[in-house]
């Protein structure tokens, strides 16, 4: 390596030609940089002593030594701000010849935009990446820019000639500023360089590349450069150009997949960490690959097959992301014949399953990502019935609600809320309306979501909900019961029961016919429908835990919820579940509650004892041991309501297994 303070008149007189990568990313400055540039070089006119402005760093790897023709540099780094720089080159150029100053333009062009006395496209100092190069040509030889003006280099061109015309400079000193007073560090690589190791960090003037940028240069600085521009039209750009700005989470997904831990700044460094040990050509093959299948998660009407565009389309509306890593791998187990098309959507079945149940108990997200990121190593090694199986155990002792957990939060919670929230509920009213299983298809999309009880009350709906109206509307306001879909919810706002039921009647959606059929809308009807609507939910997404599935070790686990005769406290220790336990007894079982303050003094107490290591009091002013394992609240529990009389059935906690 070989590394130089220099400026732009070093770097580009003589016969060069400095070439882009064809795997790199497109001109992507913009007007923040170019202001920026233009800044600096404003200073340093005004500054008569010219004083040297560093603006940063231009790495290169010699490809063409041949003495007699133009020596090629292979510019790996510093692409974007030499791609500028030639391109105020060019304007300035331009402006000197609109002022009749042709020697200047003619100095310029032929000694720092092309090599004067090469043909083809040697001669050219510089040749851009892609689709940029044919718009650059055209740039440097003048050429009318009018179709290209949406590309970044024309919107460059066109700042720096606007910025000229507008600025009472001398060209001659402003050409001598750019060339002689940016100070530029040259680095050269030699052949026994990493040069791929250079994309680790960038000048912070630049235009920061993405974790997808330094994966595709470090990818492509491996690739035998006869390979490359096969393996970039094959495999990556087709990648890119779907994928766009999903490109790095999709790799991200895909390391995290194989239980990787990685975070988006660490993408590039994960990636290289595995690609260091395998053929890179082999690897982005596979990569692309799997980009097909993120592509079909993202856009489900790429996927062919009719049942699992529906499912994909339903994972895409729950916004399921934290789920892509698993189903990568089992899109492409199912691509490769493991698993048939309708157990394919048994799997994305109980995906949906499992996170549209979680979602209506509100159950915590959080642990989603390291869940789904171990969850196919631990099916991968069993056949297609058994990893289905295995899939339902797996989850079912991940927090993933019963039916009674169901019933009770669709009764109570606010479905509908604000941003995603509201896009899930209209997902949810969607997939129960398309249960009723219509012979034609509805069409629901152009729907919005309705309050039957409007969101703001008149004096009319205070009349129809009775003397409670106020806490009615507060408590059932948002609840599956009383919302709906409709085309018409400007027409029927606020508008009077009698009024909106003549709407629902006439309605081809089935949720609005149900409705018609009640005469009055008041708590009552809200919480009848709220029970069918429910019915209805359970049906959809039914319950898909095995019964025989008992786990008594709970060491290492988290309670979630807690079941005493049919009645659910949601729990997060274990110390909550002793408690609500404890209660549980003392309010419906006063005496057996009388015989465990004998029988357990050291454990409960009417008084705090010094016989208790972490004592904590009671609702009911007692005081009872904390300082205990979740194994031995868990046994102390399930003896105590053996003893008082009950079953395991009508007292069990659902546990989330870490």
């Known amino acids: 390596m070989k590394a130089n303070e220099t400026n732009l008149q070093e770097i580009i007189e003589g016969s060069k030609q400095y070439i882009i990568p064809m795997f790199q990313r497109t001109y992507s400055w913009e007007l923040k940089q170019w202001q920026t540039l233009w800044e600096d070089l404003m200073e340093l006119v005004d500054d008569n002593d010219y004083e040297n402005h560093f603006i940063g760093s231009i790495v290169s790897i010699p490809v063409n030594a041949n003495p007699t023709g133009v020596q090629q540099f292979l510019t790996i780094d510093g692409q974007q701000r030499l791609t500028t720089l030639l391109i105020l080159m060019s304007a300035l150029r331009d402006r000197a010849k609109e002022h009749g100053n042709d020697e200047l333009s003619s ?31 055209k740039i440097i030889k003048n050429e009318n820019l009018q179709e290209f003006a949406d590309f970044n280099l024309v919107k460059a061109y066109d700042f720096f000639i606007k910025q000229l015309s507008k600025t009472q400079i001398e060209l001659e000193k402003f050409k001598n500023v750019v060339l002689h007073s940016l100070s530029i560090v040259s680095i050269v690589l030699s052949t026994d360089d990493n040069p791929y190791l250079v994309f680790e960090s960038l000048n912070a003037k630049g235009q920061p590349l993405t974790e997808a940028d330094l994966i595709r240069n470090y990818l492509f600085m491996r690739i035998h450069p006869d390979e490359q521009e096969e393996m970039y039209k094959g495999y990556w750009l087709p990648m890119q150009n779907n994928l766009q700005g999903h490109l790095t989470e999709f790799i991200r997904h895909y390391l995290i997949g194989i239980n990787l831990n990685v975070k988006k700044k660490d993408v590039y460094v994960k990636l290289k960490e595995q690609a260091d040990k395998l053929d890179v050509v082999e690897y982005l093959k596979k990569l692309s690959i799997f980009a097909s299948y993120y592509d079909k998660l993202l856009h489900p009407q790429k996927e062919s097959h009719i049942s699992i565009r529906t499912y994909l389309e339903r994972i895409l509306k729950i916004e399921a992301t934290t789920a892509y890593p698993f189903l990568l791998y089992i899109y492409n187990d199912y691509d490769r014949g493991k698993y048939s098309v309708d157990q394919f959507c048994s799997i994305l079945a109980i995906i949906d399953n499992f996170l549209v149940r979680r979602f209506v108990c509100s159950i915590d997200s959080k642990s989603l990502n390291k869940l789904f990121g171990s969850l196919y190593n631990q099916l991968k090694s069993y056949n297609a019935e058994e990893s289905i199986k295995q899939l339902k155990m797996f989850l079912q002792v991940r927090g993933y609600p019963k039916d009674s957990e169901v019933e009770q939060d669709l009764a109570k919670i606010a479905l509908y809320g ?180 004998k ?16 004592p904590k009091q009671l609702e009911n002013g007692h005081y009872v041991e904390m300082n205990l394992s979740a194994k031995s609240i868990n046994a102390f529990c399930i003896k105590s309501f053996n003893e008082a009389g009950y079953s395991l059935e009508q007292w069990h906690v659902e546990v989330e297994v870490k």
Not at 599 to 614: I, P
């Open 107 to 137: 100095e310029i062009h032929e000694t720092m935009l092309v090599n004067r006395f090469k043909k083809g496209e040697e001669f050219f100092k510089l040749l851009p990446t892609q689709v940029d190069k044919e718009v650059f040509k």
């Open 418 to 597: 604000q941003g995603d929230k509201r896009d899930k509920c209209k997902f949810i009213l969607s997939v129960l309306e398309e249960g009723f299983g219509h012979k034609e298809k509805v069409n629901l999309e152009d729907t919005t979501i309705e309050h039957i009880m409007p969101q703001t009350l008149n004096d009319y709906w205070r009349d129809e909900l009775g003397a409670n109206a106020e806490q009615t509307h507060e408590t059932l306001l948002h609840v599956i019961g009383n919302l709906t879909l409709t085309s018409y919810n400007s027409q029927l706002s606020n508008e009077p029961f009698l009024t909106k039921k003549k709407y629902y009647e006439k309605s081809n959606i089935e949720l609005n016919k149900q409705i018609a059929q009640n005469d009055k809308w008041n708590e009552q009807a809200i919480r009848n429908r709220t029970l069918k609507m429910t019915k209805h939910f359970l049906k959809v997404w039914p319950y898909f835990g095995l019964d025989n599935i008992v786990n008594n070790d709970v060491t290492g686990s988290s309670p979630r919820l807690l079941s005493i005769n049919n009645q659910h406290f949601k729990v997060k220790t274990w110390r909550e579940v002793l408690e609500y336990s404890l209660m549980y007894l003392y309010k419906k079982n006063q005496k057996y509650y009388s015989k465990l303050l």
């Open 599 to 614: 029988t357990h003094s050291s454990m409960l107490s009417v008084e705090k004892t010094n016989n208790m290591r972490s």
